[in-house]
């Protein structure tokens, strides 16, 4: 069988070592698997309404952040890991909130473009500014005064930004990953200097045991997804700390798990695939 695995253009290059895992653990279960980039891909109507311009695949692993190209194939009765709806959610930060709402989180307000001349005032900060749908720490700031908060806003412009307050606990977060909805590890990230803890960025590594708290929260998370038909095939739950406990500060559609490899003999990419043969054996494949 064949399968795609798709990567946005910026990100290919810098993720080949899981592209090889995961196409060696394919083959060993009867997988051949083919990189597409994104921008290789050309929808339209052609004799059916959902058409792209190549052979379609059996089925996508889904390294890409546009739900347009998620539910594309999914329409075409081709299986998306991770499905549309999960990418939907994930890759706004302003709907991830909205869509976890009563769980722990922290304060944030959500900043339109016309919101952007319109500074907080003098008591919220310190603050924390970042792209509604940014990943990695892109263009994250922390900032101290309306200066600094009007020179991070305009890095963003004209994308949509969130400003949030910051955690009582900073220098550290927590990175839970989900296969197919069970936790089968996390990562604890501390910054080496200042409030970024992003392993690409410096931030060090160790494995970490959750604690009842954290497995608990955890599992509130993977369950809201499950409900909404947003299981979380292949995912990371990141946590932050606050007056003294964890809060969610995000779900990673498009997870990295080099520092997984790099402090456990976990094989995340095995697990994946076993989770999809698993998924597939009890939802065969229709193409239509």
């Known amino acids: 069988m064949h399968?795609?695995?798709?990567?946005?253009?910026?990100?290919?290059?810098a993720n080949q070592d899981f592209v090889s895992l995961v196409t060696e653990e394919g083959l060993k279960r009867g997988f051949y698997v083919s990189v597409v980039l994104?921008?290789?891909?050309?929808?339209?109507?052609?004799?059916?309404?959902?058409?792209?311009?190549?052979?379609n695949p059996d089925l996508v692993i889904s390294r890409q952040r546009n739900h347009f190209i998620s539910r594309r194939f999914e329409k075409m009765g081709i299986p998306v890991f991770n499905n549309a709806n999960v990418c939907e959610i994930c890759n706004d930060k302003r709907r991830t909130y909205q869509f976890l709402y009563g769980l722990p989180m922290l304060k944030s307000d959500y900043m339109l473009s016309s919101d952007a001349l319109t500074p907080p005032d003098k008591s919220a900060y310190p603050l924390v500014v970042k792209p509604?749908?940014?990943?990695?720490g892109?263009?994250?700031?922390?900032?101290r005064d309306e200066g600094q908060?009007?020179?991070?806003?305009?890095?963003?412009?004209?994308q949509p930004a969130i400003q949030q307050q910051i955690a009582s606990?900073?220098?550290?977060?927590?990175?839970?990953?989900?296969?197919?909805?069970?936790?089968?590890g996390s990562v604890m990230?501390?910054?080496?200097?200042?409030?970024?803890?992003?392993?690409?960025?410096?931030?060090?590594?160790s494995l970490h045991n959750l604690s009842t708290r954290e497995y608990s929260l955890a599992n509130d998370v993977i369950n809201r997804f499950l409900a909404a038909d947003a299981p979380l095939s292949f995912a990371g739950i990141d946590f932050l700390y606050h007056q003294g406990g964890p809060v969610v500060s995000e779900v990673e559609d498009v997870v990295g798990s080099r520092m997984l490899y790099q402090v456990s003999d976990i094989n995340i990419a095995a697990l994946f695939w076993d989770g999809i043969l698993h998924t597939l054996e009890r939802e065969p494949i229709t193409q239509n």
């Open 38 to 55: 994104s921008s290789q891909l050309h929808a339209g109507i052609h004799g059916h309404p959902y058409t792209f311009l190549h052979k």
């Open 3 to 13: 399968c795609w695995m798709i990567y946005e253009d910026t990100d290919y290059n």
């Open 138 to 143: 892109d263009r994250v700031s922390l900032v």
């Open 189 to 205: 990230r501390k910054a080496q200097d200042g409030f970024m803890c992003n392993y690409k960025r410096g931030g060090r590594v």
């Open 149 to 158: 908060w009007r020179i991070a806003i305009e890095k963003i412009l004209p």
């Open 169 to 184: 606990h900073s220098g550290c977060d927590l990175r839970v990953y989900v296969v197919f909805g069970k936790i089968v």
């Open 132 to 136: 509604a749908c940014g990943h990695g």
